[in-house]
């Protein structure tokens, strides 16, 4: 069964700060990873996908299979960046993707 | 354009009613999802559409949870004889295929006392 693993419920650093938020997934196919971000008041959006290997507002995030993860990571934090961050997965069927399914989440606070 | 919309914003409703959450998805998209938020239990799959394909119900909680899609666009989802942990945000997400891109909705909270 296909399940997304977010072992921290609040990643609290201070300005400035590197950041890593986790990501551990199961699932026995092909997936595709994406990072969802949930500002204050605002709607859930999509920050990245895997298979774009983009940098959004300075994170980035690696798949990696051997290890079944997909960090979430920016090397100088900002106070904008407080915000709960899901980690989702989809099953990749030949190109013609399935359900997403989402982690508990990270609650991340950046303190001045 | 107009992104996905969801009505109402707000519902109260006392234990034992039935209510009715409704989606409506942006034009053209033939996936639609509905997810369930709630304080440390982050975005809990309840049900996806998928086109003219049977939806994907594995994720409804009882049988008092139910959801149709008419016309391959707005959705609704019903919960009846509501029970206080029913109480959560319920989020609907579209996108132009299944999986990828989902544009989610403001949600609709819902409190049952």
């Known amino acids: 069964a296909q399940r997304v693993t977010q072992p921290e419920k609040l990643l609290s650093v201070f300005k400035g700060a590197p950041v890593e938020l986790k990501c551990n997934y199961s699932?026995?196919?092909?997936?595709?990873l994406f990072w969802y971000v949930q500002y204050s008041r605002q709607r859930l959006q999509l920050l990245l996908r895997?298979?774009s290997r983009e940098s959004i507002k300075g994170f980035t995030a690696d798949l990696n299979k051997g290890e079944t993860s997909f960090h979430l990571k920016k090397p100088f934090a900002q106070e904008e960046d407080s915000a709960m961050y899901y980690c989702?997965?989809?099953?990749?069927?030949?190109?013609?993707?399935?359900?997403?399914?989402f982690g508990t989440g990270t609650l991340l606070a950046v303190q001045p | 354009g107009a992104g996905v919309s969801q009505s109402p914003s707000n519902k109260v409703t006392e234990k034992g009613k039935d209510v009715e959450l409704r989606c409506d998805p942006i034009?053209?998209?033939?996936?639609l999802y509905w997810y369930r938020q709630s304080l440390g239990q982050g975005l809990e799959f309840l049900i996806y559409?998928?086109?003219?394909?049977?939806?994907?119900k594995s994720g409804l909680p009882s049988d008092r949870f139910s959801a149709e899609r008419t016309g391959g666009s707005v959705s609704t989802l019903t919960i009846q004889r509501t029970q206080q942990e029913d109480s959560a945000v319920y989020l609907c997400?579209?996108?132009?295929?299944?999986?990828?891109?989902?544009?989610f909705g403001p949600g609709t909270r819902l409190l049952v006392l």
């Open positions: 034009s053209g998209h033939t996936a």
């Open positions: 559409f998928q086109g003219n394909s049977a939806p994907d």
């Open positions: 989702a997965l989809s099953r990749n069927y030949g190109g013609a993707t399935n359900k997403l399914i």
């Open positions: 699932y026995s196919g092909s997936p595709e």
């Open positions: 997400a579209s996108s132009p295929t299944g999986g990828r891109d989902a544009d």
């Open positions: 895997h298979i």
